[in-house]
């Protein structure tokens, strides 16, 4: 099984690097990089050109919207679709949507001014579990990721979001097997939003993962990697439930 894994906002291939031990020797993965585009429709056509004919799709985070774009674009190579810690609608075109702005914006400012790891000491606290914010392994790995990205990367991929479109039409006619999952306690892109993404997409499975935040891949990979394995093999998850029930 072919199996794309994306990336979210400043991230790189470290945050599904603590799930790939678990995956399995029978998928085949792949990490996409796309930091240089500066549109989620772009940033799903450069994964689409260098893509296997077909393969199972997970998003996390802003890799998660990057995914309904290559279900927009290409659904036929689709197989599976796994989003993560994500969302689906539109910047508001409101005082929230101005608000949503002026905080991407101000960490940018931040990032520019004093560096990527300044400005990322700060975003990584509410993106974390509560209990986890002083594990220094898991927070030392999520900075070093980020500052990893330059701040011009961080401004693409600010535009891209702000101009996010809306998927609420796209997630009613996804029509393989879906897999909606995020942290409990996800702050950022909380558990209500994942419960409205998997009431669109007919007969999706809904998964929060118990005493975690925002970065799943990175706070409990052998949750996420057991999740995923259910999700590729989608006919053993129902034998196992049967079997348990």
Known sequence: MNLLLLPG????????????????AAVSCRIPEYAG???????????????????????????GRVALEIV????????????????????????????????????????????????????????????????????????DMFERRSASEFE???????????ATALLRSIACPALVLCGREDGWSPLPQHEAMAALIPDARLVAIERCGHMTPMERPREVAATLRAWLTPARAEAERQWAN
């Open 9 to 24: 906002l400043l991230c790189d291939a470290a945050v599904w690097a603590p799930v790939l031990p678990d995956l399995g």
């Open 156 to 166: 693409g991929q600010i535009e891209a979001l702000l101009t996010r479109p809306d």
């Open 37 to 63: 585009a500066t549109s989620l429709p772009a940033m799903a056509a450069r994964v689409l050109a260098d893509a296997p004919p077909s393969f199972a799709l997970a998003g996390h985070s802003m890799g």
């Open 72 to 143: 927009r674009q290409a659904p036929e190579r689709v197989r599976r679709l796994a989003l993560l810690d994500t969302g689906f609608r539109a910047r508001p075109a409101d005082q929230i949507g101005e608000d949503e702005k002026a905080q991407r914006l101000a960490l940018l400012t931040l990032a520019r001014e004093q560096g990527m790891r300044t400005m990322a000491r700060k975003w990584v606290q509410p993106m974390v579990h509560p209990d986890r914010r002083d594990d220094r392994v898991l927070i030392d790995a999520i900075l």
